[in-house]
Every structure is written in C-alpha cells, then in structure tokens.
C-alpha cells in the first residue's frame, strides 16, 4: 500500500457557485443539485415624454444571481429620461432565485425600484426571500429533544446539528423516520459528532434531507443503511480523512443496504480501501445522485461516487477527481456481480497505479448499460477510457462510451484497458480512434457527434444530443454541461 496524501480543497460550499451544477433527479428538475438565484430582470426603460430630444432610457441591468438558495437580487433603475423628458421609470424587481431545484418552491419576487430623478437611473429592486426557509417548528428546538413523533406521516424533526447525536439514543429509535428541518453547520459542534450507529447499529428508518444542507462533515454520516431505509434529498459538504484501517468508507455511509435517493455530495476525502465520496459499498440502490470534489488514496477499490457497486447505480455521476492505487474508477472502483450501473457517468480525471477506468476500475461482474466516462485525464498501466479491467463471466457493456482526453500508462486502450478473463458482451458501445482498443468500436471525433453513428441508442428516452450540454451524447436526465 501506498503512501496517503492530503490535498486540501476548497469547497466553495454555499459560495456563488453551485454546489453540483449538473441536473440530476426523476422529475428533472426535482432532486436536481442546488443552483444559484435567477439573475434579476432589467429596469424598464426611461419614459421620453416632454422635451424634443427626449430620448427613452435604457434598460436597466439585470440583477446579480443569488447564492445557493437564495433569490437573486434585483434589476437595476430604469435608463436616464432625455433632456427635457420625463424621469426614467422604476426598475423592475429582480426575479426570484431559484433556489435547490425540486425543492420547496421559489422565493418571492423582487420589489419595484424607485423611479428615477430626471436623467438619472432609478434603484434596483430588491431580491426575493429564502426558497427554502427552516421549518417553523425550529424556531424553538431545544438541543436535547426533537419534535414529532418518529412516524413517516410525523417524522422526528432535526433542526440543530446537535439533533443528529440523538438519532439512535433513548426514544429516538434507529427505525424511526426523520426530516431535516433546517440547513446545518456541523463546524465547531462541541462535542464534534460521532457516526450514526457506530459500532451501534445499522439505519433501519427514513432521513429526509428536504433538499436542504449539511455542510462541514467530518466523519461519515451513518455508519450502514439498513434494508428497507431510505435516505433522501439532502445535500452535504465536508472533509474526511480516513486514517484507520476499515473496508468500505465513505461521507454519507460506509455501506448502503437500503435505498440513497437525490443525494449530492461534495467533499475531500483523504481514504485507505473501498472508498467512495457517498459510500464505500452499495448492495442495495443508489438512485439520482452525484458527487464532487477530490478523492487521494494510497489504497484500492477506490471510486468518486462508491468504492465498491453490488447493487444498481442509475441516473447517478460523479465529477470527482481521484488518485489512487488499483482498482480506481471515476464513479465506481470495483463492480461485482450482481452490480448493476445504468444511465450514469463520470467526467473528472483518474489516477491509479493500475486497473484504472474513466468511470469503473475493474469488473468482475454484473452490467454497465447506457453510461460514459469523458475524463480529462486516465492515467495507469491497463487503463481504459470506461472500464479498467474485466475479470469474470457474463459480464455486459451495452450502448455505452468514453471520450478520454489523455490516455496514458501501458496496455491502456480506448474502452477497456485489459480482458484478463472471461468473454464480454459488448453492444453498440464506443470510444473515440484517436486512442486504440481491441474491445469496443473506435470512430472519429466528429463520428461522436452523430445520432446515426449509435446503433440501436434510444435518443427519445434516454439519450440525448444537446449542444448546450456537450457536442456529444449526454443522458436525457442531464439539463447542464
């Protein structure tokens, strides 16, 4: 095993720009990643009655875009009145921020700005309010007990970060169902917070995120999701270094039994073995969620979004850039059997000593169906564009590609860098010829641009080419680059 790194990361968490930029969610937008506030409508233009060379105004400027979840701010004034003209009218308000896609509705609109003194701008309006205030039931939370009763139809109510230690202790049963009530900031918690269930037990309830925030993680969430629990529409952000030897690591759960649905994440992780920014292991379902930041780890099975996938991942991404030893993927490090991957992809860079793909570092079971990797960058000996290794029986890649930007170390080829066994099923799968490959079609860049080079590709309900996204296939849940 490799030495371990650490590479420090700013997060940019709740900062101007996105926490994932990408939509990602059933309804699209809904379950789609946080982004910032519309940016305010123009000022209505300066009315030009009066003088003879009176002139309208000019519009107003359009206000700037809020931060995550909050309304931008409003247009600027209306334009300068001509000479002799009337005053120039007020602005416009500054239209509503739109907040976490999916999440409970659009702060208001913006005010009206005051109209203009002759030949001069009027104020712009002011922005919305919050599109996702703190429940009101938070207001008056007490640090040592939670509202509700724990039932689905009245979950358990965490509006402190000191709420999320009583998960699991006295009444607050493991099996219960619970609701983030507000945004949470676990920085300085005193004293800091322990996983959920560890060395306890597993998550058997519901925690619904309510598309709302937990930023400063520096642990993993939950230690297991149990079958039968769901975690849902939450968004976290944070740094892990984890430094002790345990198989399967990662911020929201070590290992997911249960169901992870509309989770984003952003994080760095400092990791060993079988490490992903969501979860070391999935047995179970991972659905509509993404994953950013950076991965460095002097172990294998090493993933951006999972360390290690036995269940399904679908409609799920990851731009994570990861270093690390064998096994490393840009989405997942290692697939076993009966790992299912479908309509998915990575884009961030991969590094590994060995058996290293742009979105999964070795197969030894299961599927990859309607999934791509564009890495910037996968580098290692037996590196490929999508897939690392394959080692197994019955294992498929269907109406699949890679696009690798730089493709380096030996036996690296185009699609998958090296079939140490078995006899794959690949269908209709591609990668770009300015890399090599024995595995898969090669075509030219341009051919990638094409509908017709992807045979038997559904481009009404899964694929889709859009050039406000990529020149290339992108998936239909996608709505930006």
Same mark, same amino acid.
């Given at each position: ?55 309208? !105004?000019?519009?107003?400027? #359009? +206000?700037? *875009? @809020?931060?995550?979840?909050? &309304? $931008?701010?409003?247009?600027? =004034? /209306? %334009? ?26 659009? !702060?208001?609109?913006?005010? #009206? +700005?005051? *109209? @203009?003194?002759?030949?001069? &701008? $009027?104020?712009?309006?002011? =922005? /919305? %309010? ?34 999320? *230690?009583?998960?699991?202790?006295? &009444? ?310």
């Amino acid at each position: 095993m490799g030495p371990i790194k650490t590479i420090a990361l700013g997060l940019g968490f709740l900062s101007s720009s996105s926490l994932l930029a990408v939509g990602c969610g059933d309804d699209d937008p809904a379950g789609a990643p946080a982004q910032g506030g519309a940016a305010g409508r123009g000022g209505s233009a300066g009315s030009a009655s009066g003088g003879k060379s009176g002139s309208a !105004g000019k519009g107003g400027s #359009g +206000g700037e *875009a @809020g931060q995550i979840g909050d &309304a $931008g701010s409003g247009g600027a =004034g /209306g %334009g300068t009145g001509g000479a002799g003209g009337s005053a120039g009218k007020s602005a416009t308000g500054g239209s509503a921020g739109s907040g976490a896609n999916g999440g409970s509705g659009e !702060g208001g609109g913006g005010s #009206g +700005g005051d *109209a @203009g003194a002759e030949n001069n &701008a $009027g104020e712009g309006g002011t =922005g /919305g %309010g919050d599109p996702n205030p703190p429940d009101p039931r938070c207001a008056a939370a007490s640090a040592t007990a939670l509202e509700g009763s724990g039932a689905t139809s009245d979950p358990y109510l965490v509006c402190l970060p000191e709420h999320l *230690a009583l998960i699991g202790t006295g &009444a607050y049963s493991f099996s219960a169902a619970y609701a983030l009530g507000s945004d949470l900031d676990l920085a300085g918690l005193t004293p800091p917070l322990v996983t959920i269930g560890e060395g306890v037990a597993a998550f058997a309830g519901v925690f619904d995120g309510k598309n709302r925030v937990i930023q400063g993680l520096s642990v993993t969430l939950f230690e297991y999701i149990e079958t039968g629990a769901e975690v849902r529409d939450l968004r976290f952000s944070g740094t892990d270094e984890f430094t002790v030897v345990s198989l399967s690591q990662g911020m929201l759960t070590r290992n997911n039994r249960g169901t992870i649905r509309r989770v984003h994440g952003e994080g760095t992780v400092v990791a060993l073995d079988h490490t992903g920014v969501l979860a070391g292991t999935n047995e179970s379902l991972v659905e509509d969620c993404s994953t950013r930041g950076t991965i460095t780890s002097g172990g294998s099975h090493v993933g951006g979004l999972l360390g290690v996938n036995l269940g399904t991942v679908r409609r799920s991404f990851s731009t994570v850039s990861v270093t690390a030893g064998q096994r490393v993927g840009g989405l997942v490090g290692r697939q076993t059997a009966p790992g299912v991957i479908e309509e998915s992809y990575s884009l961030g860079p991969v590094t590994g000593v060995r058996w290293t793909g742009g979105l999964v570092g070795t197969v030894f079971g299961g599927s990859v169906a309607n999934s791509y990797a564009r890495a910037p960058s996968v580098s290692a000996e037996d590196a490929g564009g999508l897939v690392g290794q394959i080692a197994g029986d019955g294992i498929a890649i269907t109406n699949s590609y890679a696009i690798t930007g730089s493709l380096t170390g030996t036996g690296a080829e185009g699609l998958v860098g090296l079939l140490e066994s078995g006899t794959p099923t690949i269908t209709s799968s591609y990668f770009e010829d300015s890399a090599s490959g024995t595995l898969g079609t090669a075509v030219s860049a341009a051919a990638m641009q094409m509908e017709s080079t992807f045979v038997g590709w559904d481009f009404v309900a899964t694929w889709q080419l859009d050039a406000a996204i990529s020149p290339y296939p992108s998936l239909r849940f996608q709505s930006e680059p």
